[in-house]
């Protein structure tokens, strides 16, 4: 019998999220989420939610968390979408940005989820290689040279954790004809960002998440700056109420709380930097991290094997069989604990060689 | 300078959701929220979250809500399939089950939102009238008569809050070529429900809603029931981790306690049975009610009138301009308190005449 179900659906190879395994024990260095819980007031929100608050409907533009995000930033209101995750907010630009013979360009490798959002979209694919160094690809770039409705760049890179030049690109910027998305998930863990890029070109939008810094993966809380009509058009596309309340509420808790954010990340920054010597030490090739997450090569066993022996371990990283990402595996920095842990299990696994 | 953003959204005219005024003493008959709290298992819930939860991400498939969803319906995990609010599940249906060259087809007048759906994934609209009372169209819906790839159907019907005989959907779902979804928003303020059809048939979904029963319009939870095969192409469609923990968490809590809603419905239920009677008994033609909510013809004045006198008074009802619409008020069921007020100041608005 003919399926009832969109051709290009039939095909699609859905994107398939980190393992979260939970039983107790398990050192869980494998989705990049912060291990240090979120602002307290976060607790303060749940606890003294009225019940028949949530007989109502969210506030369908979520203001009151765009006005303080709106603050944090320097934008206006008009510059801000709170979206269900940026998850959602990547999908709307597609859908939003990209005529139906458009093209989504991004780098490979980099977050697996954009050639998916292609995909689902149903046009074409524009992946550009990045540099042997995983840098940015200077003659691909050059302008004119990407041809896109959408370009989706995720600074700093992922998995590699890697950055590119702001000035390399806010010069593409200044060039591409299409929109681009800076998905900036980790920047809080980075140096610099690209925020100021947003206010200043009427193309590019950045994103960025509760995920990560603030500590909240599970809220699902996204959000865009940029441009007000692109911004508009996302507000168009979304569902009538894309953000439920209570993470509306909890995310205005922690946007409010930013210092308790800044102080997990500069404690999972020294963490970092300890873990990437650590793993130098021990002959690893670690790329340069301005996230919360480090790319490391084994020095003596494939990559492949050391996720199954860690694994068998109780210590789950993300090993991505990708053709330029096998070599590696992506670890989260956790606690000094967990890392302290996943070092002694390093050592044993190098040992028996 | 040329638009960045695709042609259809520049053309698009955005759903409208109900006003949601919140000043102290306002009535708020407007929206269909349920006015009695949810289960109070719900701030236990949200009482005992342990932050460092929500450091991690959701499960993105909602498992124990769907284990609890498929007990409660006879149905399996395989069948159900959970969403941020229904809203996200019809918007995925539309991506799922029609082509680029297809239709989406749904009554008029029905749920507002459906032709915006249409819109949204730029495709061909596809209005079937109602019959002049507002009920089957037999000869538009005749076997072969409707060629859709996809109807939207709500059962019972927005804004009229009528039903149609089950036999007559059945005898559509059998002969329909397309995907039919039952949009069951209000379903559990009925005396029958469509579920059994969803299982019966290949091409039939039905879609459930926390937003209205179960008093949780704020935590955006709707399900939608069927065949395997339309259920994992939502799958396939939505954003990775698409429903929040805390309200995975909430809503399974709320399905647990489902006596505490039925409870709730049956007092909504017997306020509704009042409040059309003093309707009717103050001159206003009342639609037959199977929702939380009563269509209603006013005797002396126009609907618009009626709509901004009570406005005046602090109490909010809906009013949709629409051309078979625009003679009625839609009224939410609220308690019996707020329906009291409400005959109050009818009685004022009908002597001043």
Redesign the interface.
């Known amino acids: 019998m003919k399926?009832?179900?969109?051709?290009a659906?039939?095909d699609?190879d859905?994107?398939m999220?980190?393992e979260?395994w939970r039983e107790p024990g398990v050192i869980k260095l494998n989705?990049n989420?912060?291990?240090?819980?979120?602002s307290?007031h976060?607790?303060t929100v749940?606890?003294d939610?009225i019940?028949?608050?949530?007989?109502?409907?969210?506030?369908?533009n979520a203001t009151r968390l765009r006005q303080a995000l709106a603050r944090l930033h320097n934008g206006d209101l008009a510059n801000v979408f709170v979206g269900?995750?940026s998850?959602?907010i990547l999908?709307l630009c597609t859908?939003?940005?990209?005529?139906?013979d458009g093209v989504i360009a991004y780098f490979e490798p980099s977050y697996s989820?954009y050639q998916v959002l292609a995909d689902?979209r149903?046009v074409k694919r524009g992946p550009i290689e990045l540099n042997a160094d995983f840098g940015w690809p200077a003659s691909e770039m050059a302008p004119g040279a990407c041809k896109a409705?959408l370009f989706l760049l995720a600074y700093p890179n992922a998995p590699t954790a890697m950055v590119y030049e702001p000035a390399t690109i806010r010069e593409f910027c200044r060039t591409f004809e299409?929109?681009i998305v800076i998905d900036q998930a980790y920047v809080d863990f980075a140096t610099e960002n690209c925020d100021v890029l947003a206010l200043e070109f009427?193309?590019v939008l950045v994103v960025r998440t509760f995920?990560k810094s603030y500590?909240?993966?599970?809220?699902?809380i996204g959000y865009a700056l940029g441009n007000s009509?692109?911004i508009e058009?996302l507000?168009?596309?979304k569902?009538?109420?894309?953000?439920?309340?209570?993470?509306q509420e909890?995310a205005l808790a922690a946007v409010k709380d930013h210092q308790h954010m800044l102080k997990n990340v500069a404690v999972i920054r020294a963490t970092r930097e300890r873990l990437a010597q650590a793993l130098q030490d021990r002959g690893f090739l670690v790329l340069p991290s301005h996230a919360n997450f480090i790319m490391a090569k084994p020095p003596s066993l494939s990559a492949e094997e050391l996720y199954k022996r860690l694994r068998a371990m109780r210590i789950l990283v993300r090993y991505f069989s990708g053709r330029r990402t096998a070599e590696y595996v992506r670890i989260t920095v956790g606690t000094n604990e967990q890392v302290a842990a996943l070092l002694k299990a390093l050592d044993a696994i190098l040992r028996a060689g």
């Open positions: 399926s009832r179900v969109r051709k659906v039939q699609l859905a994107y999220p980190g979260q989705t989420e912060n291990p240090y819980p979120p307290p976060v607790t749940l606890r939610m019940p028949v608050e949530l007989t109502r409907y969210p506030d369908p269900n995750g998850d959602e999908a859908r939003a940005f990209v005529e139906d989820l689902m149903n409705s299409g929109v009427d193309n995920s500590s909240l993966a599970g809220i699902r009509e692109l058009a507000f168009k596309l569902d009538s109420y894309n953000t439920n309340s209570l993470s909890v």
